[in-house]
């Protein structure tokens, strides 16, 4: 922390954006604490996202009961609210930036620190691109938030842990549940990742643990439901019970959704979920072996009582490093790079380099033949859960 | 503990039945603490309950790996396999009873633990019989063992404080979720519950961390359609958000499950599931509000990492209290009686009492008028469930 007489002078802004983490708020904490520790000058958030900017619905960290931030590394949700409100290129319809350069001025907001996924980073990227074509000193930082680990450069994403620490804890509560009957079910878990595998892909994570993934399917590769249902009915025989990981987003081999469902959000996503339920629907009609379906739901990205303590230290420390933004003069996105023993370095990416792209799971963790995610994976995943002893169980 | 010479020369086996519970494993684990303490003999046990005992698959404490044992009480899963099976009434056919005989003479059994809930204490009761018919010494004793919380005569359960306290930790965390956007959804909430609304009620916790549950719904009362609608409709109108809590088994007017679906078990109960989704599905269509449903599934029961440590401690105390069985020469189940500033005694009651006997939440907690649990009820289930301060999340 600068004693008083070296801090930078600057008002700041905060935002939340894009769906839910369990560590969002963690990173609000840490843009707290940095803005206080190097910055004099007021912090402002704006509430509900991007929609607080243009409305005007904005709060400053002097007006917040003190008490109720002491719990915000730990809490899910995003604390300020979210939004989902993409903004039109400047170019052609200029009328909500004109809104948020009149909240900026009126606030004297030189410092605007966006936290969400690829489509804030869009968010972000036009800002900057708007408030430098119009010559407006400020600097506009992102700081990376999304459980589904899909943004571009950087090494993963603040939530992508807990998310997957969730899923993994869920997985072998579910896995032990099903050994209880000397016939079993085969067990579908559905979980989120509309484009990417990333969030399934921690399912390996059960090999640490003595337990056993039977399939998984995920958006990169084609799902054949032949060829799934063969599969299938072979490890029942062999078993007589089996864990299925699916993501919610698989599609078939002609890139269509294995479940169809046309509702789109703003940013026409379609709107995914109950594709385990079908699988497990399938199953059941055509081979006549029970089945359960589990969708892990918004538990994966709420469930902040299992957070990965790394997760929280490192989306802390992503908030943080984005409040120096005007200090190092910089715009982008703040982005991990890993180095040898899992020390990470913070750096800022351009967000032209983030902005709507996603990455995928690489395929080469990905095992076609067995449908199966690589052990090599392990290697990526693992020291972003956290110790997971706790739930290293007794089997008979 | 007593001294070698003080011990009661008994051989016991112990089984689980039924459905897993995050809890059955602590039981085990008193089980064998008392048994070790109190009995000198050997102690089996039965894999996959009744039918270990039928077909002789059963082990002894001996020769399981003591490694094994340590976390015995934080493993969800029944350790040992569980099993749904309904012995006939022996006068109209013996076939298992007397190969249960052949088992319990071989090993010398001459106490027998059977954990788990009304049907499985029904096994318990139809065996005492049978062995009081063919005057055969040995004790039978059940540990109850049910997140349905249905068991006659005994104050609760082992298991129902658990699976409320992640209910509990799973609605606030969906909660918190909900409040991201400025047009939140409509949730559906699934808890396990076909018969009574023991596990639902449990909701009404949330009152107590500054949250709001809209409607309940159980299957002690009877759930009208359009009713429903002008109720979510009135509440979207005026919070653009909202939470339903509903148990898997409501029913209409006319006693039919608002979900309809044809499958049985092998004790004829029709297997639910799905009527969260049916009714975000009824209101999406019919009132083109958003709606998200979530279904709790086997994590409500096996979801042992958010387990109630008052629970683990009940479970652990009722497997250790029916290794005396035999001391005391008493045959039942044993129950727990509340006293004044929750101290519990624990007590035999006979098999009779409770075997395939329901008990219904009591409808003076339930409030017809607004379809919400009564505040009354926090009075009862509040000691179950452990300390809530982990969850008690800020608010802005």
New interface residues.
């Given amino acids: 922390m600068k004693q008083e007489n070296q801090k930078n002078y600057v008002n700041a802004l905060y935002l939340q954006s894009g769906?839910?983490t369990s560590v969002i708020n963690a990173s609000m904490k840490g843009v707290i604490d940095g803005f206080k520790d190097n910055s004099s000058g007021n912090l402002y958030f704006s509430?509900?996202g991007v929609?607080g900017l243009i409305n005007d619905n904005i709060i400053s960290l002097d007006s917040?009961d003190k008490?109720?931030?002491?719990?915000?590394e730990?809490?899910?949700?995003?604390?300020?609210?979210?939004?989902?409100h993409r903004l039109k290129p400047f170019l052609e319809d200029d009328h909500e930036y004109l809104k948020i350069l009149e909240v900026i001025k009126k606030y004297d907001i030189h410092l605007l620190i966006l936290n969400g996924g690829n489509d804030s980073m869009d968010t972000g990227y036009k800002l900057n691109e708007y408030f430098k074509y119009i010559n407006y000193p400020i600097n506009v930082v992102g700081v990376p938030k999304t459980i589904d680990n899909d943004l571009m450069i950087t090494d993963h994403t603040p939530g992508y842990g807990s998310a997957s620490r969730f899923i993994v804890?869920?997985l072998a509560?579910?896995y032990?549940?099903n050994?209880?009957?000397?016939n079993g079910k085969i067990n579908i878990v559905e979980v989120m990742g509309r484009d990417t595998g990333w969030l399934t892909a921690s399912c390996v994570m059960l090999q640490t643990l003595g337990m056993e993934v039977d399939l998984v399917y995920i958006p990169e590769s084609s799902f054949d439901e032949n060829d799934f249902l063969v599969r299938v009915n072979d490890i029942y025989a062999r078993k007589r019970r089996g864990m299925i990981v699916v993501s919610e987003g698989i599609k078939n081999s002609d890139g269509d959704f294995v479940l169809n469902n046309k509702a789109t959000d703003s940013f026409n996503h379609v709107q995914l979920g109950?594709v385990g339920?079908y699988l497990a629907n399938l199953i059941t009609s055509k081979l006549n072996i029970k089945t359960?379906a589990?969708?892990l739901?918004?538990?994966q990205?709420?469930?902040?009582?299992?957070a990965s303590n790394v997760d929280i230290e490192e989306a802390y420390t992503a908030g943080y490093i984005a409040t120096l933004g005007k200090e190092f003069n910089v715009d982008g996105m703040v982005s991990f790079t890993r180095e040898k023993n899992y020390s990470l370095n913070y750096s800022f990416i351009p967000f032209a380099e983030v902005a709507n792209k996603i990455k995928y799971l690489p395929l080469k963790y990905y095992d076609e033949e067995t449908k199966q995610i690589k052990k090599s994976f392990i290697r990526y995943i693992k020291p972003l859960l956290g110790s997971l002893k706790?739930?290293k169980?007794?089997?008979?």
Same sequence: chains 1, 2.
Avoid: H, N, W
């Fill in positions: 769906g839910p509430l509900y929609d917040l008490s109720k931030l002491r719990k915000l730990k809490t899910p949700g995003t604390f300020l609210g979210s939004a989902r804890s869920a509560s579910i032990l549940d050994l209880a009957y000397r109950g339920s359960r589990v969708e739901s918004v538990l990205r709420s469930y902040a009582l299992q706790d739930f169980y007794p089997i008979l």
